[in-house]
């Protein structure tokens, strides 16, 4: 999906920008905020994901090896391009970054911004990390998985299903009533830019379904190998190496009170990319920021965007 620059911005031509969206349930529509702040002045990309239970069952599967095939895809077809990666999408953003970086011929992404990801979830773990390292895939393939029922077009396909993450979330909501989460005072507060069009706590709740195969390859690769942060990670048989990426910028962005992606899981991007010079380096820590608070409302608005805009604008 494009959303071109609506006055040129302040870069000459406007920066071409392709955000990932994350394939975690996540609506791309909770992205409203990200995408209205930045298309009035980049040339603005999105991929996002379809539904997995509106795709036929006969298309195939699709794991973490068709998500890098369509990231590096997507790079390809718009050539210069600063890349985002956010929440479960930073770590496919940075492997595709990296896969290109050992390639002769292909262009690489003239900058890589990462927002609240998990490239280390070994670093700082939450109680959803602790939870996903502690149980076997067949443990996930028995209670987190089910079939497309009749009346979708993909019925049959094996997926996590909208009602199980569902329930996974309002547990993580009640478990936070106390502490005041981010959730928490965006339900007393809708601080969006759209509160009536986008309703924060409607989009949240308006998930999708995700193919069992990339659900289950996250699980393995992510949390039981660590395979990006190992350097074990494959595509096609060929290595992840981000230690090879010297031509890309790298902006890290972290939410102090993040409890999805722990402070320090995103930063370490910047330990497995040494080649990267420091001119072209930045990372934030916004303290008080809790994970939703980094593409969404006032603190998106008015502290992070403004970070992102000036990364991306600068010219090296």
């Known amino acids: 999906m494009r959303f071109p620059a609506l006055d040129g911005g302040v870069a000459a031509p406007a920066a071409r920008v392709l955000i990932i969206a994350p ?4 609506n791309p529509r909770l992205l409203h905020d990200m995408v209205a702040d930045m298309a009035p002045w980049c040339d603005l990309h999105l991929l996002e994901w379809r539904d997995a239970a509106d795709v036929p069952a006969a298309c195939g599967g699709f794991g973490l090896a068709d998500c890098l095939s369509r990231v ?3 790079v390809q077809q718009l050539g210069e391009v600063d890349l985002i990666g956010l929440c479960q999408s930073a770590l496919p953003a940075l492997a595709a970054t990296a896969l290109l970086a050992s390639s002769r011929t292909l262009p690489n992404p003239r900058s890589l911004v990462l927002i609240g990801g998990k490239i280390d979830p070994r670093i700082n773990p939450t109680v959803g990390d602790q939870f996903a390292a502690a149980h076997s895939l067949d443990w996930f393939r028995t209670h987190a998985l ?6 979708r077009l993909g019925v049959g396909r094996a997926v ?4 199980t993450q569902r329930r996974v979330l309002w547990s993580y909501v009640n478990r936070h009533m106390a502490d005041g989460c981010d959730i928490i005072r965006k339900a007393l507060h809708d601080d969006g830019l759209d509160p009536a069009g986008h309703p924060f706590l409607s ?7 995700v193919p069992a ?3 289950l390859d996250v699980i393995d690769t992510v949390y039981h190998a660590d395979a990006l942060a190992q350097g074990t990670l ?3 048989d060929l290595p992840v190496t981000p230690a090879l990426i010297r031509d890309t910028g790298l902006l890290t962005i972290e939410g102090g009170r993040d409890d999805i992606a722990g402070p320090g899981q995103c930063e370490v991007a910047h330990r497995l ?3 990267i010079p420091k001119a072209r380096r930045g990372h934030r820590l916004f303290a008080p920021a809790g994970h939703f608070n980094l593409f969404h409302g006032a603190v998106w608005h008015d502290r992070v965007h403004p970070v992102v805009r000036d990364f991306l604008c600068r010219r090296p």
């Open 23 to 26: 394939l975690s349930g996540i």
């Open 72 to 74: 590096l895809d997507a």
């Open 146 to 151: 089910s079939l497309v029922p009749e009346g």
């Open 160 to 163: 996590y299903d909208r009602e």
């Open 203 to 209: 989009d949240l709740a308006s998930l999708i379904d």
């Open 213 to 215: 195969e990339f659900f």
């Open 234 to 236: 494959r595509w096609c």
């Open 273 to 275: 990319c040494p080649a």
